[in-house]
């Protein structure tokens, strides 16, 4: 631990210094449950960790800020080695999605806990706690109860409270989930505007890929406690690499194997796709649910050479459009209008046929 110690105060103070920001890789075991995950981020980085329930995303959180322990793995911070370091001890800032503030506590006071744990004298504290609370625009706000705040500020107070004590990794878990939609908006464009700001690393657990878009640099999906695809945003929502990334960006997606620009499927060899990529081997396809064109009939004298019989599974309203759920020997999800979907007289049950045209399809390697 020494040496260790000794190797965080030498490098303390040297810019670009190697080392900086985040090195970890967490292990955690719980019962049958295992994560095993690498994470690295630079100061000034926004991570966003996201995938479905249960994968292990605030496991993860909880391992960085030291309330779960490490099974194997390590977790190094600007160079330090913050495994056998209690929580209160870390230079981390954590927002939960429920505030957690101290209901008998003001605004102001609130705030100045953190400063107050981390060694300030009161009198500090609390004038850090107000500069903090202006930066924020709640200075009114500054002697009231959390009781008396809305969600949105009290979410503020609560990012507030984290920041306050500088922290070197700030942890935000599901930080805009209890609010409305409305104040959802507001908080994640001030959330945005403040992690901008921030110079340290910042990991955020998200459920809603809109938070994970807007708010984060780097994406690393988590599914059953393993990194399944990690990236820039772009990127994920470009070339996703499973059904749950596929979903979440609202995209069709396939594996086959390529023999230049057909895509043959797996599981249903039979099932072709023409992409206008040429690829060879081991292949992913995508395209948009707005891509595909629904008939009733057979097109005849169509030269689309990706046409497929289907099922209609389910129809469910989708912003101003009808999302159609496929099934057959493709299963997809085919968005139209109100009145085309009234047109084709699609029902549950009912057959029809789908034209993709390969120019709208993406393939990249699997
Ligand atoms: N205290 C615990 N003891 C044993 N197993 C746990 C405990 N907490 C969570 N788990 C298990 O660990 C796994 C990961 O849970 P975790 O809460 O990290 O997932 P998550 O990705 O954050 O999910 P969600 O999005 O639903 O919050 C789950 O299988 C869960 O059942």
Not at 33 to 53: I, K, Q, W
Not at 72 to 77: E, P, Q, S, T
Not at 256 to 281: F, K, M, N, W
Request: proline share 6%.
């Amino acid at each position: 631990m020494t040496g260790i110690e000794k190797t965080a105060q030498d490098t303390v103070g040297a810019p670009g210094r190697a080392g900086e920001g985040l090195d970890a890789r967490l292990v955690v075991e719980r019962g049958s449950f295992r994560l095993d995950v690498a994470l690295t981020a630079s100061p000034g980085d926004v991570v966003a960790l996201l995938g479905p329930n249960g994968a292990g995303k605030t496991t993860a959180l909880r391992a960085l800020a030291g309330l779960v322990p490490l099974t194997d793995g390590h977790l190094r911070l600007d160079g330090a080695e913050l495994d056998r370091t209690p929580p209160e001890s870390r230079p981390v800032g954590v927002v939960f999605q429920d505030y957690l503030l101290f209901p008998h506590l003001t605004a102001l006071d609130n705030v100045a806990f953190g400063p107050r744990c981390h060694g300030a004298t009161k009198a500090q504290a609390r004038a850090q706690a107000a500069e903090w609370l202006e930066r924020m625009s709640l200075a009114a706000h500054a002697g009231a109860k959390p009781r008396r705040l809305s969600g949105g500020q009290a979410q503020r107070v609560a990012l507030a409270r984290a920041l306050a004590t500088h922290p070197r990794l700030l942890l935000l878990d599901e930080p805009l989930a209890a609010l409305d939609a409305r104040t959802r908006l507001d908080v994640r464009a001030q959330l945005r505007h403040h992690l901008a700001d921030f110079e340290a690393v910042a990991v955020l657990v998200t459920h809603d890929p809109l938070d994970a878009m807007v708010l984060a640099d780097h994406l690393v999906v988590i599914e059953d406690g393993r990194i399944v695809q990690e990236g820039t945003p772009a990127d994920i929502a470009r070339h996703p690499r499973t059904d749950y990334i596929a979903h979440l960006v609202g995209l069709n997606l396939y594996r086959g194997q390529a023999e230049g620009h057909t895509v043959r499927l797996d599981g249903a060899p039979a099932v072709t796709i023409t992409t206008t990529e040429a690829l060879t081997g081991p292949a992913f396809v995508a395209f948009p649910p707005s891509a595909v064109t629904l008939h009733r009939d057979r097109p005849t004298g169509s030269s689309a050479r990706n046409l497929w019989r289907c099922e209609v599974a389910g129809l469910e309203t989708h912003g101003d459009q009808i999302r159609a759920a496929l099934t057959g020997e493709l299963p997809l999800a085919a968005d139209l209008t109100t009145v085309a979907a009234a047109e084709l007289d699609l029902r549950p049950g009912g057959t029809v046929w789908a034209t993709v045209k390969a120019a709208q399809t993406h393939a990249y390697p699997a």
